[in-house]
């Protein structure tokens, strides 16, 4: 059964290849493929994390690498649920492919989901010892990766964070041109219309692959309850999955607000703790984030109240009191394109407040500004913290000005800017 399961999971020993959607992280996926370090690529459960390490096998192939030294294994298979809670059948799995081929030379194995085997780690470590095989391991948990896996691992991993599409991976999966000005300008229309499918349904592929709006919705649910029972609620051996399941869905409906632990506590009759907690797994997994506020002390930034945003814009679509505010879904936007640039990210609050800060610029996010109390609002949010930093832009969805000195951005050109 074994070797049937390894052979199904890895049709290019058979000459077969299939072709993938490019992903913006595939180059420097490539540029560690040579390198002893283990390649560990976590994202959210749907992100595509497979697709690239495929991608990759691809590419190994493509460079001469034999087919038969590449294994590829998802642990995600029925059939090894009985073994998860043995790490030494990995070995196992790696031993049958040896019956299957004698690989000479450098041989590769991709395991997918590796989170489900308990205490992969020391399986893995024994074996880099071993220096004849190159790992890559994708998993949907960033503390398993990132804090276990240095703990045991440091110095010996290089760690690729997988998103779901950008939208400018949405606009080359629409084959919509847009690297110079030429290409923007003559698709003008065509990027509009994208920026507000973007905007409403993010970046999940198979969402962007169907036009019909309640699939789209019924994927997104069921990515999301998929991820709360099988990626947090046995992990951390939680009993009231129903609190958790409540808890996001109702966060949900206040992304891009302050959150409030007393009162979050008191609406779902747990300990503030418990509510804390369960944020923590939230994050780990990568559905929601939390946004610290400003303060020159570390230690204030730390305790400071919090913002929420949800990592993915398709997110929002399935509140319960999901209701169509724009403004909301721009700032989760542009949250999230922030978010990937892992760069130090604030907000602002005293009398006003500034929606992000960072490397020294203040940014506040309007979905239109054409009404006159609301560019007032926004520039009067500026002065507020002229003391913090002069440089300010305004980010919209479609207007491109100069506003009181303050540049005014597309969010599409806030992007393409970036490129520059």
């Known amino acids: 059964m074994l070797k049937e ?31 002893k370090q283990i390649i560990t690529i976590t994202g959210v459960r749907r992100c595509g994390k497979s697709t690239l390490a495929k991608a990759a096998i691809n590419h190994l192939i493509e460079e001469g690498v034999n087919p038969e030294n590449i294994l590829f294994v998802n642990l995600e298979h029925p059939y090894f649920l009985e073994y998860r809670h043995d790490p030494s059948y990995l070995a196992v799995i790696y031993e049958t492919y040896l019956k299957l081929f004698n690989p000479q030379g450098r041989v590769y194995v991709v395991f997918d989901e590796i989170q489900y085997f308990d205490q992969w780690q020391v399986y893995i470590k024994s074996q880099y010892e071993l220096g004849e095989i190159k790992y890559i391991i994708t998993g ?38 847009y690297k ?5 300008i003559s698709n003008k229309i065509e990027i509009y219309k994208a920026k507000e499918e973007y905007l409403q349904w993010g970046g999940f592929y198979e969402v962007m692959e169907t036009e019909d709006e309640s699939i789209k919705r019924d994927i997104l649910l069921s990515y999301a309850r998929n991820i709360i029972y099988q990626d947090i609620v046995p992990r951390y051996n939680i009993r009231n999955s ?33 509510i804390k907690e369960y944020l923590n797994y939230f994050e780990d997994v990568f559905l929601l984030k939390r946004l610290d506020r400003f303060h020159n002390k570390p230690k204030e930034r730390v305790k400071s109240s919090k913002k929420v945003y949800v990592l993915d814009n398709g997110f929002m679509q399935i509140s319960p009191s999901h209701s169509k505010n724009l403004g909301n879904a721009l700032e989760n936007w542009v949250f999230t394109i922030f978010n990937k640039k892992e760069s130090e990210l604030y907000y602002l609050k005293e009398s006003k407040e500034i929606d992000f800060y960072s490397e020294n610029i203040l940014y506040q996010v309007a979905y239109i500004i ?51």
């Open 5 to 35: 399961i390894l052979v199904e999971q890895n049709f290019h020993w058979t000459g077969k290849q299939k072709t993938y959607v490019k992903r913006e992280m595939l180059d420097r996926l490539i540029t560690y493929l040579p390198l």
């Open 140 to 177: 949907s948990n960033s503390s398993m990766l990132s804090n276990e896996l240095n703990t045991l691992l440091s110095g010996r991993s290089l760690n690729i964070h997988l998103n779901t599409f950008s939208f400018l991976e949405f606009l080359d999966f629409k084959e919509i041109a």
């Open 180 to 184: 110079n000005e030429l290409d923007r």
């Open 242 to 274: 129903e609190v958790v399941e409540r808890l996001f869905f109702y966060l949900l409906s206040t992304v891009t607000g302050q959150l409030n632990y007393t009162m979050l506590a008191d609406t779902f009759s747990v300990s503030d703790k418990t």
């Open 370 to 420: 054409d009404d006159t109390k609301t560019r007032k609002r926004e520039m009067e949010a500026f002065a507020v913290f002229n003391t913090v930093s002069t440089q300010c832009r305004l980010i919209t969805f479609d207007s491109d000005e100069v506003l009181e000195d303050i540049e005014v951005q597309s969010v599409d050109n806030f992007i393409f800017s970036s490129m520059e």
